[in-house]
């Protein structure tokens, strides 16, 4: 539960806002580099933080994050021209390079490299990485390291990356990424379904659905740990850490010993606006390239992540109810609902755009969703009084995968998972 | 006319509105009983008085209307599992009994009777009758006797009822109700019509288009009645009674003597929010069963009061502008849209979601409209200066029915068309 | 570059706004005449400067534009009938004539000459010129002498006129026809297209441009020149005229000598609301009657004013990008969007519905529309402190027509096309 106020604090992302300034310290992703493939190929639309903006890639092949509208008269830069190193607005022809610095102003009498020099186009610093183009939307001068998320730098064998527009505010989806808690429930199937095929889910979440949280503050954020009863002798870890701003981490599912050999996945939740959200799930192999068909599941529009059209919108969306079938909700699934991204999309959409906070009632399951908030509001008002998040700048920091693991119930998690969780 | 004050009183039900405040001072209906035939199935949305909801029927048949929300985390209850003696949550598992008491949270580990005994779910009593559920959304120590409506207290067979979705203000909505002078107008043949086929009309209403109001205040609410000229020695009379909060009745139309053998019909207009209504639409036939066709005509969905889809919402809509015929507005209708709920859509819907009364000009006919909101202002005044509402308690006051009557000029209404008026 | 202050004085319209107030000084085009071709035929709905309002063809063959609510009970009266000489409000039969008057009030008892003599509907004067029905919104008592447009006084085989629904406010629209900058870029060719087909363009506007401009003020509003060097000896002018308070001349297109023979055209833009806009273009022959392939082309719903279908909406609109053709902007034209009012806009409505002039960075090229806001605002202000505009009252002034002409370096525009710009 929080207050009307922190609950604002926590959800407004737009320009001044004081998440929003948060938020802008960090470097991530702004769409699939697929999407401005072409260089001099058409621009895109894109909305990040409640800005308008546009996505192109020039001549040299620089990808350029610009303000949607010319600065001469607001025409909109999404019809421009994309040439000869530079977007060109179709108003009046002046043209922008992908920084933001005015080329020419082609109907101005007197048009000069003096004359423009302090003619600019917002513009934003980016970078590509794991098959997305990144931005940082902040203060020049404060610009951070690049993150050393292990999945952006693998190989394009070992890695994947997808989206999906997620219509509610970024906070509520992350809480659904720390909330280990909900698997056992939300994602499970129906006991007359796993008596008919008991192959269909984990026996540990089946378990043991009540699941003792450890929730620790680390330095890319908070390392959230469910423990449960896996035998007389031993405890069945699961640990989904939380990167700040809005990255979580799913560890691999499985009765396997330990997630040493596993693939991994993940998220990030990215703000297009206080009520919109791109849901970014990527997954890394270190150990060997994905098989085609691992690939099609985790990255492709019909895949674990999907039903997405062409324009990432998710075929099962709220407009739909989430296609819910009532009598697969009888017999199959908790839910009545296919996939699990659709199955969390329709519980934290039905929340409202932004969940009213100050209603709740928590419990001690929740644990990873009160730390996420207390962190993020502490960072908030930290960097409100002038003091910057360390995590921005701190690039290792980010360097950590997601682990699952069986221990003796005598082995501490830090010493029989820390090998687990870090990578190369 | 109103000031503006008086007009956002009389309009607005939200919570702690005045309106709003009185409204749930009575039981009115929620949805139909089919709309939540079966025990264990799916639960369905509902919004009243700007409240957002869910119904649902348990395993032992009582219906539950309760917050939309899970306490817990938010998450929308619609696609909750209905399932033995509960709905269930589907993010974590929080179960509900229909009276919003906390039955099960499997996802916590020290759950117990006592931990979850303060755990509750927003929930209004709830009642069966007449083919409807009936809720009450008001304090608990002030919830009323249920009233005496005799449609909903007649066997299956002598009543009916159906409902259709309304785009405006429900105030509005009553006003047309109880305003006896459009009916020889909007409901109205041309004259043409009548010529060609002089059976299509009331010729007790086109005898006379001005009739004159009499307007009397009851312990249910207002008596109207509207008085025409029947011939030089009798007057042909048309009682439409209002019943607090949102009740009018229907005198049967005819040319018989009187209407003691008749069948009659009556709305509740049922604010859904401040811009949106149930136009709920009954019948009673206190004398015998309603044939196939009857009961069809009065409550199908392709009946009198419709046409209306499967979500009761009407094919003839503002979208559509009620599917005027122009041709038909000259040849046989005064309005030239079909069907009489259609005529009185598109005049109120037309005002706007909530009519501006502060710049109305009101003439004699309009008396029954002033004494309405007279009422409903003064008794939500009285309400919000701690003086209860006298009419909501009183059960038996709203066991009447309405009447047509053609009565020597000589005697009084009263005298002459009492008996009429009341039902066992 | 405005101020917010500005930018909102500027752009409002409504009832009681500076700007709203000053264009209800003026006579404009409210529909087209065969929107309302039949005497007692359906009323139309319009919406003007934020008003809502119906037109209609009395028996008589006037026509009226009036409140689109009956004044007493404030039912839509498009539902109207209209006959016999006036409208009558389907919900109590009350009649109004075109003036407003009312005629009847069937409903009421006691209905007389008398009782209703203070009973009117809002009610605006309107004329036919030019097949339109223009209105004059403002106080009867300052109603003007209607403005000489030459198309409106032209036989109707000399004359076009259509309309299209543009969704952004009025001024930016305005702002586009005063801008003779963006024609040598916003409607140009590609040079790989020019250089495939000479003919395509106007090598008077490849040639050159950085046209340079002369802004003069005028007694009907603005004489906007844009000079262009034709060849070492000559200029080329092209000049636009806008007439307070919004209409712009276009001079004809070509490379003739001078435009004395030539037809010419205009627009009006006028305000539905703050964020609508309906963009009527007119087109004068002075000379001859429009061959049948002319009138096609400039007055019908597929020529160059179009594609709009059936209630003038463009099939070209924001929902569906222009239609822009990417491979055509490669290759082709500027835009990749077919057809001069598309490309219009796209950039103005992408601007948003009122574009933030206080972000804008102006240059010498865009002094028509610095003079256009300057003049307008001017007016404005000067309206709200009582001075009344001169031009609203000087019919005679708007006897202009656009021109285009080349000439001696040496002649002063003023004396060469003075004749060109005057009509009879």
Redesign the interface.
């Known amino acids: 539960m929080l207050t009307r106020e922190d609950n604002e604090l926590l959800t407004r992302v737009g320009p001044e806002t004081p998440m929003g300034t948060l938020l802008r310290r960090f470097w991530f992703p702004a769409c699939l580099a697929e999407e401005v493939a072409e260089p001099d ?2 621009p895109i639309r894109l909305r990040l933080l409640g800005e308008d903006l546009i996505a192109f890639r020039d001549t040299n092949g620089s990808v350029g994050i610009v303000g949607a ?1 010319c ?6 830069l ?2 421009g ?1 994309n040439e000869e190193g530079g977007i060109r607005c ?4 002046w043209k922008f390079a992908t920084d933001g610095q005015c080329l020419e ?7 000069s490299e003096a004359t423009r020099a302090n ?1 600019r186009l917002k513009s934003y610093p980016t970078m590509e990485a794991g098959a997305a183009v990144w931005v940082y939307m902040g203060p020049p001068d404060l610009r951070p390291p690049f993150p050393a998320f292990e999945w952006a730098r693998l190989a394009p064998g070992q890695r994947t990356l997808i989206k999906r527009l997620q219509h509610c505010n970024w906070a509520q989806a992350v ?1 659904g990424g720390v909330d280990s ?2 698997i ?3 994602h499970s199937k129906t006991e007359a379904q796993l008596a008919r095929d008991p192959s269909v889910n984990n026996p540990l979440h089946a378990a043991d ?2 699941p ?1 949280f450890e929730v620790e503050q680390t330095e890319y954020g908070l390392m959230i740990a469910a423990r449960r009863e896996a035998s007389a002798e031993d405890y069945y870890w699961r640990v989904t850490q939380f990167l700040a701003p809005f990255w979580t981490m799913i560890p691999p599912v499985g009765t396997f010993k330990d997630s040493s050999e596993a693939a991994y996945d993940g998220h990030a939740w990215v703000p297009i606006d206080d009520e919109t959200t791109w849901t970014w799930s990527f997954a890394a192999n270190p150990h060997r390239d994905f098989t085609e068909q691992e690939r099609l599941r985790r990255g492709g529009h019909d895949g674990m992540w999907g039903p997405v059209d062409e324009q990432f919108h998710p075929l099962l969306n709220k407009d739909n ?2 296609r ?1 079938d ?1 009598e697969a ?1 009888r017999q199959n699934s ?2 009545g ?1 296919s996939g699990i991204p659709n ?1 969390d999309a ?3 959409e ?3 755009a932004i ?3 100050s ?8 644990r990873g ?1 009160v730390m996420f908030r207390r962190l993020m509001l502490r960072l908030a008002k930290d960097l409100a009084e002038g003091r910057e998040p360390d995590c921005a700048r701190n690039a290792a920091a980010y360097a950590v995968r997601s682990a699952s693991v069986i221990l003796p119930k005598s082995t501490p998690l830090r010493k029989g998972a820390a090998p687990l969780m870090r990578s190369s």
Chains 1, 2, 3 share one sequence.
């Open positions: 190929g058409p509208h600065p001469h008269r607001r025409a909109g999404f019809f021209r179709v108003y009046h022809g102003r082609p109907c101005e009498p007197n048009d003619v809480e808690s909900h056992s429930f939300l659905r009540h003792t109810d989430y819910i009532r909700q908790f839910t609902i199955q329709a519980v934290q039905s929340m409202g969940s009213d906070r209603s709740e009632l928590l419990g001690g399951s929740d969703v």
